[in-house]
């Protein structure tokens, strides 16, 4: 018997995602793939491992089994897949960037070329999702998150500090009374933000008018006179159609931290690009 790392890798994410969407998302391939990857496995253990449903696949007992022991398997694969790119010299060769979305659209795709004129033999695999990707499965090689990880193998330092305030268009601050405001939120999966919290305090008992998991949404509603968006301010700062409401609530700011894997913390390659999104940051 012989069994294919990849089918069993595309086997254990869609054990740990839960559903082939979702193990497709995390994989970057399509939900075919994952099904044909995890059919073939199938095959190759002559084993069910899968109990194929209208929208869901649940796993059987030899699945669960079958998960379980391969999950030493996958952290050993991961460990030589990180030894091999902490050993290559040089400055070529492919980084993945892992960082909130925007993030990665307003302070790291825009200063790309100032990489690339640097050192044009680096390229680029930018993720930008509010879902955090794993160093420790190679899902990206470095990451910017906004808390620190407790994740065992990775390291974190604090390389910058952006703030959030109130945002509206003009004329709905003009014509508006400041007792009937409404207020643009992210959605329930943003609850326990601190940015969420600190709105939905300063809205007390006025209405939420909106709800949506993106930046650049409730931005395009609050300068459509929607209501008042908690915006970072690298975001609304820069927006023509927004200016600033101050509630007297003071403002709120979010930490940004730099996070790369112990192993290849060193590797001249992940180091130049560590070096970039420092940049791009900006000071502390």
């Known amino acids: 018997m012989q069994i294919d790392w990849t089918d069993l890798h595309h086997f254990l994410m869609l054990a740990r995602e839960g559903t082939l969407s979702a193990a497709a998302r995390a994989l970057g ?10 059919a073939a496995l199938e095959r190759a253990t002559r084993l069910k491992l899968v109990d194929r449903r209208a929208r869901t696949y649940a796993l059987t007992e030899d699945g669960r089994r079958l ?37 990665a659209n307003r302070m790291i795709a825009p200063r790309l070329v100032e990489l690339h004129r640097q050192h044009p033999a680096i ?22 998150r906004l808390s620190r990880p407790d994740e065992p193998g990775l390291i974190a330092r604090k390389v910058g500090r952006f703030g959030f305030s109130l945002y509206g268009a003009p004329h709905y601050l003009k014509e508006t009374p400041q007792h009937a405001f409404g207020f643009i939120a992210y959605d329930a999966s943003m609850d326990s933000a601190p940015q969420q919290q600190w709105l939905k305090a300063v809205a007390g008992r006025r209405a939420i008018v909106f709800q949506t998991g993106d930046l650049e949404n409730q931005a395009a509603a609050a300068r459509a006179g929607l209501g008042l968006a908690a915006l970072p301010h690298f975001l609304g700062d820069h927006d023509p159609g927004l200016v600033r409401c101050d509630e007297g609530r003071g403002d709120i700011s979010r930490d940004i931290w730099l996070v790369v894997h112990r192993d290849l913390r060193r590797t001249p390659l992940i180091r130049a690009v560590m070096d970039f999104l420092v940049r791009c940051v900006g000071p502390i």
């Open 29 to 38: 391939v399509d939900h075919v793939t994952v099904a044909r990857r995890v």
């Open 123 to 144: 390229t680029i695999k930018l993720i930008g999702e509010k879902r955090i990707a794993s160093l420790n499965r190679r899902e990206a090689d470095i990451a910017l």
């Open 67 to 103: 998960a379980a022991a391969a999950g030493p398997m996958e952290q050993a694969a991961f460990a030589i897949e990180r030894t091999v790119v902490a050993s290559r010299p040089g400055l070529a060769g492919e980084v993945s960037i892992s960082a909130p979305p925007t993030l």
